[in-house]
């Protein structure tokens, strides 16, 4: 299992587009994805459990990838979301 | 009459198409043919899919990208694994499609509405949209055509789905009523982007009105006006005529820069009070933020705003203006406004009491915690700050050297911010009018606030009755104000600009032109006519009538000369 923190920085949060495309380019990975927030747990590869987290800009939150290809999960999620989600 | 909450600009005058509600009711069955139905739901979904991907081609349009994209998000939705792995764990427990889908859908828009979050309640819209439509395909049942209304229809539906938007037609539809909905929620963003007149949270509109009866829909108020007689109509109607052609008008001043007849540019900015304004400022064509109130952080709650929190929100909208100038103004508040935790007393003259800048200076913490928020924020765009009700030079000095503390603290923590972020005053009181020379020599730039400045100059409330006569900015003593405000900025060479209403008005424009003013910032529906009115001018004929206007003594004279001219 591996995890890192990181601080949404798109002006809107994780809302319609940017939680779409990122459970998309997650759901490509065989590892479980989860997102860690405000003490509770979220299915990166789900576009409206990420929806419901309602995270917004500047929050910081942990990404847990555990699975065969959990590196390569990790660092592609972190590196979409400090790019600002393609906003 | 019925009363509603105006979401979308404009008058429609038409007859009254109503979309009743279509009947979703099914008897939920148990299933023993599991793979059968699973089989139904996945060619519902698909057939559901092909529907909204067609919808949304037609909204695209019809309407544009970003509106379409709101259906094409229901098909994201849809094939959400999530969603769609829990529908099917009902199904394959022998419950039929229709309620399987139904309580998936449901358990979702119940989370996303116990959010309170503006933005996350509306996806649960959508998931009610979504349901309706794959039950609907499971039905069998067929969507109403609102394409085919005739010419002059008012639409009234209870909620205007994104599906319904696909089908309208912007030639024949002239005004959108519902039951439900806000200024922020799908309906309104689709009515406006369709420029279609909607009047929203019509409290049972569809049942007070009934087909082909003839509406008036007050898209500015967000009255609904039934069977009118023939003087409404034509009032209404003329109403109607004359925003329009305003509308177009001002729209050819889109995307312009801002210049005057003889090419001198000039700054157009928008005042805002939330980080969302700043949206509003981005579509109004605004090119920054000449004012970011900053009271709505410390207001309706019930202790002090955190660092962090005061970060998101002056990041946020720095970060919605792409790197445009954000000019943050330092909280102010006194004992006028109801902040029960500041603890702030009620006082025999709040306004020139223990207020803004100087309540700030004796609540170093609070003030220290804005500081630092606003320079962490000063990383993600271009940042400035600016102090309110400076009288004494001594309290921007004591400002700067906030300033410079919080940027050492942020510097020993490694926190990135602008070193070089500018710092200003807001000069809007009578005294920073008369030592003007002497601030310009230490700030950065001014942003004269003609509201308190007339007020405080005149020393007269602009509400009280018996004195409200006095308060205008035209007054003699008030335009002298302004013009050696901006003449000691231009002698130091900061640029200096103009936050209050009379930046809009276009009896001043000539006059700030003539001063020699850079800078004009207005709320985000005056920029385009703002922008247009500035157009009108060359330096030198605004020159003449400056001359002109200074050379008069009292304020009757100077209104009745500039409304002459403009």
Known sequence: MVSKKVTLVNAQGFHMRPASVFATAMGKYSSNVTIKFNGNNYNAKSLLNIIAACIKCGSEIEIVCEGSDENEALADAVERIESGLGE | MLNGIGASDGIGVGRVMLIAEQSLDYTPREIADVDAELERFRSAVDKFCDNTMEQAEAIRQSTGEKEAEILLGHIAIIRDPFMGGEIENLIKAHQCAESAVDQICKMFIDMFSATGDDLTMQRAADVRDIRDGVISVLLGVQEVKISDAPEGTVLVVKELTPSMTAGINKENIVGIITETGSQTSHSAILARALEIPASLSVANATTQLSSEE??????????????????????????????????????????????????????????????????????????????????????????????????????????????????????????????????????????????????????????????????????????????????????????????????????????????????????????????????????????????????????????????????????????????????????????????????????MIPLLISFGLTEFSVSAPSVLKVRKN??????????????????MTTEAEIKEYLESIV
């Open chain 2, 534 to 551: 500035i157009s009108k001018w060359t330096k030198a004929e605004a020159d003449a009538v400056a001359e002109k206007v200074m050379a």
């Open chain 2, 214 to 507: 003839l509406v008036i829909v007050d898209g500015f108020k967000g009255n609904v006006l039934i069977a009118p007689d023939a003087k409404t109509i034509d009032e209404y109607t003329a109403k109607r005529d004359a925003y329009l052609r305003e509308k177009r008008e001002l729209e050819n001043f889109r995307g312009k820069t801002t210049a005057g007849a003889d090419g001198i540019e000039y700054e157009l900015f928008c005042n805002i009070g939330t980080p969302k304004d700043a949206t509003k400022a981005v579509e109004a064509d605004g090119e920054g933020v000449g004012l970011f109130r900053t009271e709505f952080l410390f207001m309706d709650r019930d202790r002090l705003p955190t660092e962090d929190e005061q970060f998101d929100a002056y990041k946020q909208a720095s970060l919605i203006l792409k790197g445009k100038p954000l000019i943050i103004r330092t909280l102010d508040i006194g004992g006028d406004k109801e902040i029960p935790y500041l603890g702030l007393e009620k006082e025999e003259n709040p306004f020139m009491g223990f207020r803004a800048i100087r309540y700030c200076l004796k609540n170093r913490d609070m003030f220290k915690s804005q500081i630092k928020a606003i320079l962490r924020a000063s990383a993600f765009g271009d940042i400035r700050i600016m102090f309110p009700l400076i009288t004494a030079v001594e309290e921007l000095r004591a400002g700067r050297a906030l300033v410079e503390e919080a940027k050492a603290d942020l510097k020993a923590s490694g926190i990135a911010y602008d070193e070089n972020i500018q710092v200003g005053v807001m000069t809007e009181t009578a005294a920073s009018g008369v030592i003007a020379d002497l601030l310009a020599k230490e700030a950065d730039f001014f942003s004269i606030g003609t509201n308190d400045l007339t007020g405080y100059t005149m020393a007269a409330d602009r509400g009280n009755s018996d004195v409200g006569y006095l308060y205008s900015p035209l007054q003699p003593s008030v335009l002298r104000m302004i013009r050696r405000i901006i003449k000691c900025g231009r002698e130091e060479g900061i640029p200096v600009g103009m936050c209050g209403e009379a930046a809009a008005s276009p009896t």
